[in-house]
């Protein structure tokens, strides 16, 4: 929202003299003489009933999404401090796939001793359960496989993207969330939400040259946040539903009639008509929102309150888990186009590896909750997974850790991103990979390599030494589940990869939706 001033009792919004006029909703909403749909009230009226308890709203499963702009939804986690992703979570490899394996050293450099390489080990180290290749005793896995069903996991498939990024810090430009928004995505209520109160919604920055004022992701942390974004008051109810809805209608017909006088002054007729889209949206989400907890996960029996539930009670008193549910909800049932999900203390290398494995667990929880509530939604989704840096082991293990190697520090060249996405369409599969050109690999799960020694090779792709160009190709992935990657540069102008024929070689996704009208 625009700064204000005061005079009297009255606040008005700041006129900016450096700022054209405002011609379009999104430019009065950064201006600030528009607020956004964040919080629906019809003012004067709404505070005569107060705030009230209100029944109980619940998600059954395969409902039918509330809103949105007909596009997946799109969640992201932000391991902020410099997680391990690559080699000991998800498996990654040379020029020729997942599969081209490293050296024997590589492998220990990404936390793996020579009896859990594929080289050594005596059981098959390579899980396949979700079409993108994990190690079998990867404890992000491990979180995944707890929360989601065989089901939602055999309609799962994944990429993992081979690049670099600065370590444990703020001003890696990994964030694609406004580049989501503004190649189409949108929710019923909002564009955007993140877990933290930042520009991006989480640690990481956006690529500056996407941010947009308007579409700032608004915070949501736990349940009450959720809640908080639609307070029709108590007319719901006393009056229901139904008259709730009457009452707001009334309003917006008493509204339009003193649009018709500032219309009368010519100036101000798109002023006056942006008023009464503003006014007409109010009345469509009251009709919709008028119970809160229709956003309350915790009332939402597919995510907690019975033995079947994705969350237990204990896991909902925390933290990580609480936040989850509360953007997923949001996401999944398309009330929000996308979100971004903070999980901190990712700078896990404190001479143990038992630290790390329960970081990835409940990292793997959380993303694996996400999967099952889409499932159970009977919704797509897109989760992607990525943090500032990494980290690189020496070769010293830990019994209390499994055996695996132990974190000794910070190394930017071994860092990696993943995108998970589910497919609703079970008659389908899981969704399909591009197939490698070069025919060397069957399939695309992997977007750059690494060299032998377990360090990204930066001039693989554009994006290997590049975080803000990274956060492009997972806008550029997010359109081709769309079959709209051809219109990168049409939707996103701003974006700064590489001619088409080179771009498609960051294309890991055949499509798996019709693009909305």
């Known amino acids: 929202m625009g700064k204000t001033f005061k005079m009297g009792q009255e606040l008005y919004p700041l006129c900016l003299e450096s700022h054209k006029r405002p011609i379009s909703r999104r ?67 040379g020029p020729q796939g997942q599969e081209d394996l490293l050296s024997l050293s590589g492998y220990s450099k990404l936390g793996l001793p020579p009896d859990f390489t594929p080289q050594q080990s005596v059981t098959d180290v390579i899980n396949r359960e979700m079409g993108l290749l994990f190690h079998s005793d990867s404890a992000m896995l491990a979180g995944i ?29 990994l964030n694609p969330l406004y580049g989501i928004a503004k190649v189409g995505s949108d929710g019923g209520l909002l564009p955007l939400i993140g877990s933290r109160s930042s520009e991006s919604g989480g640690k990481s ?22 809640t908080g974004l639609v307070d029709a008051g108590r007319m719901a109810e006393f009056l229901d539903t139904y008259g709730a809805a009457r009452v707001v209608e ?29 006014y007409s949206d109010t009345t469509q989400l009251v009709k919709v929102y008028s119970d809160p907890n229709a956003l309350n996960p915790e009332s ?31 996401v999944v049932q398309q009330h929000v186009g996308a979100g971004c999900i903070e999980l901190g203390g990712y700078d896990y290398h404190n001479s143990t590896r038992e630290t790390g494995e329960r970081k990835d667990f409940a990292a793997g929880q959380a993303i694996g909750a996400s999967l099952e509530y889409a499932a159970r939604s009977c919704n797509d989704l897109v989760v992607y997974v990525f943090s500032d840096g990494s980290v690189s082991s020496n070769g010293q293990t830990d019994a209390n850790g499994g055996g695996k190697g132990i974190w000794k520090g910070d190394n930017s060249s071994t860092a990696a991103s993943f995108m998970l996405v589910y497919s609703k369409d079970t008659l389908a599969g899981r969704p399909l990979m591009v197939n490698d050109p070069s025919q060397i690999a069957e399939v695309r799960q992997q977007v750059g390599y690494m060299e032998s020694d377990g360090s990204v090779e930066t001039e693989a792709t554009e994006l290997s030494n ?52």
Do not use: W
Not at 476 to 481: H, I, K, M, R, T
């Open 27 to 93: 430019q009065f909403l950064a201006q600030g003489f528009l607020t956004g749909a964040a919080t629906v009230t019809a003012p004067s009226l709404f505070s005569l009933f107060g705030r009230g308890g209100v029944a109980h709203a619940q998600v059954a499963p395969c409902s039918s999404p509330v809103g949105g702009a007909g596009m997946i939804p799109f969640m992201c986690f932000d391991l902020a401090g410099g997680a391990n992703i690559a080699g000991s979570n998800v498996l990654v490899g």
């Open 250 to 278: 009334a309003v917006e017909r008493m509204s339009h009639r003193k649009v018709d006088r500032l219309e009368a002054l010519g100036e101000q007729a798109v002023a006056s008509s942006i008023l009464r889209d503003a």
């Open 466 to 517: 590049n975080p803000a160009k990274l956060a492009e190709a997972v806008v550029l992935n997010y359109l081709a589940l769309h079959g709209l990657d051809d219109q990168f540069e049409a939707r996103l102008p701003e974006g700064t990869l590489g001619q088409v024929d080179p771009r498609d070689d960051l294309v890991a996704f055949e499509p798996i939706r019709t693009p909305p009208a």
């Open 300 to 330: 939402d029996l597919v995510i907690t309150g019975l033995p079947d539930s994705i969350f237990s009670a204990d896991e909902m008193n925390q933290s990580t888990f609480e936040k989850t549910a509360a953007i997923m909800k949001l």
């Open 145 to 173: 496989l707890s929360k989601t069903s065989q089901t939602t996991r055999d309609q799962t498939n994944g990429v993992i993207f081979c690049s670099r990024s600065l370590n444990d810090t703020e001003n890696n430009e």
């Open 205 to 226: 920055l956006a690529p500056p040259y996407l941010v947009d004022p308007g579409l700032r992701p608004t915070k949501v942390s736990r349940a009450r946040d959720a």
